[in-house]
């Protein structure tokens, strides 16, 4: 599965992005998918994760109640809404597929990752 990133931009704190995520070969079927951000020196951590059927989802602290995880698998495309952004928000966010049918925060799960895009919130 390749999968190609989407949606990032420059937003001042408060805006709404929404990054999308689609398999340019291969299909997300059966696949749980996720998103991580990395910040300059920074670690990769994770942001948020959907099962196979987009009825399980899971977030981190820091992002739950403003992001949004959603999937579509008969077009084959993975949503991130991002609300209320924040300064602390801004990094390279990256989706991933996982060959767990769940919704996993375990980093080390994902099997394939997108080439990331870049948010950039400003105060």
């Known amino acids: 599965v390749q999968l190609q990133a989407s949606g990032g931009g420059s937003v001042q704190a408060g805006g709404s992005l929404r990054l999308s995520c689609t398999a340019s070969?291969?299909?997300?079927?059966?696949?749980?998918m996720g998103w991580f951000r990395q910040a300059p020196g920074n670690e990769r951590k994770f942001v948020a994760a959907?099962?196979?059927?987009?009825?399980?989802?899971r977030y981190a602290d820091s992002v739950r109640g403003r992001f949004t995880i959603s999937r579509d698998n008969a077009k084959n495309i993975v949503f991130l809404q991002m609300n209320s952004l924040k300064p602390d928000d801004t990094a390279v966010y990256y989706c991933?597929?996982?060959?767990?049918?769940?919704?996993?925060?375990?980093?080390?799960?994902?099997?394939?990752w997108g080439q990331g895009t870049q948010v950039t919130v400003s105060s």
């Open positions: 959907i099962n196979w059927s987009g009825g399980s989802t």
């Open positions: 070969r291969g299909t997300f079927e059966g696949h749980g």
């Open positions: 991933a597929a996982t060959t767990v049918p769940a919704a996993t925060d375990y980093r080390l799960s994902y099997d394939y």
